[in-house]
């Protein structure tokens, strides 16, 4: 919360100083006359070249942050099938397996987000638990016909909880590239320096409405840096799907 209040805060101070101290370096010649149509056009460009790229960071950290929601949907759905298939199995599998994916989906909501979060990688101890659940699911022998189908389909479900969770262990890494960094930032400089490129006077007005630019600018950047990387940040993807998973294992059960 102190950060959402700094970043802002701090943007709107910066630019204030940049407006105040920039009236006093600029030539002459920059500041307003009574044909000041030159300034509002360098103040609208920029405006233009802000926003157009600031709207493109926002879509792709969205498009990157909905693709990692998906792939946790896709893995807790995955699970739930594989519960239902060893449900059926005879014991001592039909305990084993299931025993095996409560543990893995608790170690990724406990264990592996926590890690996700602070290290950007994957655990290696949940890993190691589904490697077990894997070998424990095709170690299952029965003449059974009924018993071979759930065994099946449980490898089935297996390959895509895999299948997701490198999806999601890829979506772990993933980040903005610098290059549009580069872009956003020097749009944002280009903003803040928008008062003294236009010719405005320092008045009260000028200066609450320049403060006014900072504070909207910083919230900005704030957004896009917590919408940033999935796992980790300010705004992190939900755990909820693998909850929910962990609450249908016990109405299975």
Request: proline residues 3%; negative net charge; glycine residues 6%.
């Amino acid at each position: 919360m102190v950060l959402q209040l700094a970043v802002p805060i701090a943007a709107a101070v910066l630019a204030v100083i940049v407006f105040v101290v920039g009236d006093r370096v600029r030539p002459s010649a920059w500041r307003h006359t009574e044909d000041d149509s030159p300034g509002a056009l360098v103040v609208e460009l920029i405006n233009t070249l802000f926003l157009a790229v600031a709207a493109f960071v926002v879509v792709i950290c969205w498009q990157q942050y909905d693709n990692a929601h998906n792939h946790t949907v896709a893995e807790s759905k995955a699970l739930v099938d594989v519960y239902w298939a060893a449900h059926g199995m005879p014991e001592p599998d039909h305990s084993r397996i299931q025993g095996l994916i409560k543990d893995y989906t608790e170690s990724v909501v406990t264990e592996e987000w926590t890690t996700m979060d602070r290290d950007h990688k994957m655990s290696q101890s949940t890993q190691d638990i589904l490697d077990s659940l894997r070998d424990t699911v095709a170690a299952v022998q029965s003449p059974d016909s009924d018993v071979t189908d759930l065994r099946a389909t449980a490898l089935a479900g297996l390959d895509a909880v895999a299948q997701a969770r490198q999806d999601r262990a890829l979506d772990t890494n993933l980040g903005m590239p610098g290059f549009l960094y580069t872009a956003l930032w020097f749009t944002v400089v280009l903003l803040l320096f928008s008062g003294v490129l236009s010719g405005a006077a320092v008045t009260l007005r000028s200066v609450l409405m320049t403060g006014l630019l900072g504070v909207v600018v910083g919230t900005a950047v704030l957004a896009i840096y917590n919408l940033d990387r999935p796992f980790s940040g300010g705004n992190i993807v939900s755990k909820d799907a693998f909850e929910l998973a962990l609450s249908r294992y016990q109405h299975i059960t």
